[in-house]
């Protein structure tokens, strides 16, 4: 054996340096460990978030209106307008409860003209909550049913309502608002709407006009049943 590492001193300082290599050399194992398992949280948050979302689909809203959340904001309501000024319109107040916020939701609206379609060119639905609205695009909408004559539904992502604020009413406009309405409901516990259907048929009805939604708990990322929508008396 050599002699240098034969040496008391030496053997002493060799085996401290080892050591000392051990230590450091476990500390970086166990941080490229620990590594992964934070990234692994950070990603499964991730999926809770994404999984909160509303998907584009007729069935993903038939399946919160199984569930039970849902509002009802008009139904049977004949509504029509003359020279411009709206006849029957309706203004409700809705109320949000619960310690959940809405995480996503569906507009979705059911309206006829003497029990047919609304004409795509002139006819409108209104609905305006507080400012944030107007005279709905229906064509940005989810299709669905294209195949019905007697009546237009409507299914619009609640985080995505596109409208025109006046008339005239253009089906194609390029120069229209978009609204996020689910941001809208969790800024307060009381939104005032004003609803109306634009047609000069006075057989009009607005058949139904629904939000559906879903509740998460913004702090932890999780889906919760704890938020409500009502309208007061």
Known sequence: MNKFLQNPIVQVITIFLTGALIILGTNFVVSK???????????????????L??????EAYLNLVSNGQVIKLASNLNSYAINSKFINSKTITLIRSGK???ACGYLYINASVNNKKLDDKFDSIYINPQGFGGHILRTRGI????????????LIPLNSISYLPNL???????????SDWVKLLNVGNRLSIDLA???QNQKGVIEDI??????????TGEETTDCQLGITK
């Open 197 to 199: 259907l634009s047609t």
């Open 53 to 58: 979302d509303c998907p584009k689909t007729y």
């Open 33 to 51: 460990v620990h590594e992964p398992q934070i990234i692994e949280k950070e990603i499964v948050r991730e999926k809770i978030v994404t999984s």
């Open 100 to 102: 959940s916020q809405i």
């Open 168 to 178: 005239p009413y253009n089906p194609n406009a390029q120069d229209y608002y978009v």
């Open 210 to 219: 629904s939000i559906a939604y879903k509740c998460w708990n913004p702090n």
């Open 143 to 154: 299709s669905f049913n294209p195949n019905i004559t007697s009546l237009s539904e409507v």
